[in-house]
């Protein structure tokens, strides 16, 4: 895990080592440990090393294989060690331990086709001498971010979004499609498109290639979820025990590491199900305690710490407890805003930035986590509504009433999930009466709710969606913004490619049965977690006290929000607080911070500045405050 960046001049002049640096160190909290630079004719490639596999000098960056390539890379290839091996019997020679001289040697003998080979996370661009191009490519799933600006003047790319606005000059402009999408139905990253104008991600599965002789950019898809075809049909016993095994390796792969492992535990099934297979790994290979951190919400409802601690003691896991405080959450506001540099939906986030810096603090430089399980295993309570109108009408009753007694839904909420997640127009209806203050331009159109609520006729077609567009990518998002600005990199074991799509294989029967989501995975670790965690009806993860933190926070927010250029645009009144619910008031507030926090402007200033452009010292943010 590192960060990456480059520029290309497109009038042919020479990348100045100032420039390259300047965008290069906006992502020194992803590289701690080193930096380095490759100079073309027309262009340069930057990166910053976070040493996890090969901690010598071998596994500096950019790394160069014989005259003809060089690459700079973000992540992990955790099948590394299997296919060098293929590789030294096709005669390749290694001078490292490293999986990015892997990566050479593989583009090498298979050319862009080595990352359909690649189990793994990764962001990279390796420059091809001989084609003179610049091959770029971004993991299955999208965990390790790729952004980058085309103008007529420069090609500019970076593993987060500042060092483009960095690179591209000029102002940061609000992309307010995304800023509407955002506050009012509540989606981001769901489009390549960014919250900044001019500034595109590339998408998860696809490659891009740019010619160095024509400045064209060429962007392809190489990657398309699909069950797997090669596994047998099988009951619902071997369909665990399968997938039990699938989730094991991945958990063993992610175990690969030069430096010490830990893992996030909320004390709900995912998490612990990470925590045990992990620790269990740890135990073969090594006389040290596993160590798991655990965010205590608060009271109540919210503290899960019970559950985690049942589980550390079941599989002797050293757990670090935290505890955030009110206090902590209004220093780390600004800082959190900038880290993210997009706006995010839920003080949740600040639970996950706290755990990571946790991480830091006991030396882990790797941490487990088990996002990505409910979109794998239809953990989402919504899930339910597609799964009823999948069933002949006798078992949708059935079900129905089993959903009732094995989730936190009453009967009547069960029904609501079902007319609301099926019928687009009693949720447009709903969130135009919702945002009556809203200028009417922006409640004309909604096509995401129409293409989700048609998605919620098939159960796999829904899946899909929320994996490639409407649930995971922010999450990834959140997680790897939060876990990089404390130099640890996050290891997602649910979505290793091949365990993902033999989990959609699955029948959606052995997923969802007799009314618990995530049937599969409670049975295949039945002895291995404790049946309090995996039998609960009520899932949260590191859920945040939001009432409390934002109720401190409420005078600024309203501020926050009475400045805010963006949303006095989009408002046609003044938002009433008091009849705002929580999560649309810090959808609200979320945008103002970050059009502050980033001086975003709603169209391009006539100026550029360092501040404007996102070229200030990483060491900090741009307002005065503390940074860890």
């Known amino acids: 895990m590192c960060g990456i960046s480059g520029v290309v001049n497109k009038n042919a002049s020479a990348v100045g080592r100032k420039a390259i640096k300047a965008i290069n160190d906006l992502a020194a909290h992803r590289g701690p440990d080193g930096e380095g630079f490759f100079f073309g004719k027309q262009f340069a490639l930057g990166h910053r090393r976070l040493a996890i596999l090969d901690l010598s000098r071998d596994g500096h960056q950019p790394m160069a294989y ?76 999208g965990i390790k971010p790729f952004y980058y600006s085309d103008t007529p003047r420069r090609f500019v790319f970076g593993s987060e979004i500042k060092q483009v606005l960095c690179g591209k000059g000029g102002s940061a402009v609000a992309n307010v499609r995304a800023v509407r999408d955002f506050l009012i139905e509540g989606y981001s990253d769901h489009t ?51 997938f039990l095994a699938e989730l094991h390796r991945s958990v063993a792969y992610r175990m690969r590491s030069d430096v010490k492992v830990g893992t996030c535990l909320s004390g709900g099934l995912d998490s612990s199900a990470i925590a045990a297979l992990s620790s269990a790994v740890t135990r073969a290979t090594s006389s040290a305690r596993f160590q798991a951190i655990h965010a205590k919400g608060g009271s109540g409802r919210l503290d899960e710490s019970g559950f985690a601690r049942d589980l550390a003691a079941k599989c002797d896991i050293d757990l670090f407890v ?10 780390a506001i600004d800082e959190v805003v900038y880290c993210q540099e997009e706006p995010f939906a839920t003080p949740s986030i600040f639970m996950q930035y706290f755990v990571f810096q946790k991480a830091k603090q006991i030396g882990c430089k790797v941490v487990l986590d088990g996002q990505g399980g409910d979109e794998v295993l239809l953990g989402y309570e919504r899930y339910y509504s597609a799964y009823l109108r999948s069933l002949p009408w006798h078992a949708a009753i059935r079900e129905f009433f089993s959903i009732t007694g094995h989730s936190r839904l009453s009967p009547r909420e069960v029904l609501g999930y079902l007319l609301y997640f099926s019928v687009s127009r009693i949720r447009i209806a709903r969130l135009k009466r919702k945002f009556a203050y809203v200028r009417p331009e922006y409640l004309l159109r909604f096509p995401n709710i129409a293409n989700l609520n048609a998605a919620c006729r098939n159960v796999r077609a829904l899946q899909r969606m929320e994996i490639e567009r409407f649930q995971l990518p922010h999450l990834l998002r959140y997680a790897d913004r939060n876990s990089m600005r404390h130099s640890v990199e996050a290891r997602l074991p649910f979505l290793d490619h091949q365990l993902v799509e033999a989990a959609f294989a699955v029948s959606t029967r052995f997923k969802i049965r007799n009314g618990w989501t995530k049937h599969i995975l409670r049975v295949a670790l039945a002895g291995l977690v404790p049946d309090n965690i995996l039998w609960r009806k009520v899932k949260l993860g590191f859920e945040a006290p939001d009432a409390a933190w934002l109720e401190a926070a409420g005078a600024d927010m309203q501020a926050a929000i009475g400045r805010s250029a963006i949303v006095k645009h989009m408002c046609k009144d003044k938002p009433d607080f008091d009849k705002i619910d929580r999560g649309t008031l810090w959808r609200l507030y979320s945008i103002a911070k970050w059009e502050a926090i980033y001086s975003v402007q709603l169209t391009a200033g006539a100026g550029e500045s360092p501040r404007s452009s996102g070229c200030s010292n990483p060491n900090r943010t741009p307002h005065p405050i503390r940074m860890n």
């Open 192 to 242: 390549r498109e960014t919250f900044f104008d001019g500034v595109s991600a590339l998408a998860a599965g696809h490659n891009l290639v740019y010619s160095l002789r024509s400045h064209r950019v060429d962007e392809r898809r190489y990657y398309t979820l699909t069950a797997r075809d090669d596994l047998p049909a099988l009951d619902e016993w071997a369909a665990s025990e399968r």
């Open 66 to 141: 014989g005259k003809r390539y060089v690459i700079t890379f973000s992540g992990e290839i955790f099948n590394y060690l299997e296919i060098r091996e293929q590789l030294l019997l096709d005669g390749y020679r290694f001078s490292s331990e490293t999986d990015t001289e892997v990566i050479l040697c593989a583009y090498d003998k298979w050319g862009t086709a080595c990352v359909e080979r690649f189990n793994g996370m990764w962001a990279f661009c390796l420059y091809d001498r001989e084609k003179d191009i610049l091959f770029c490519s971004r993991d299955r799933f």
């Open 322 to 331: 935290i505890e955030p405080s009110v206090d902590d959450f209004i220093e």
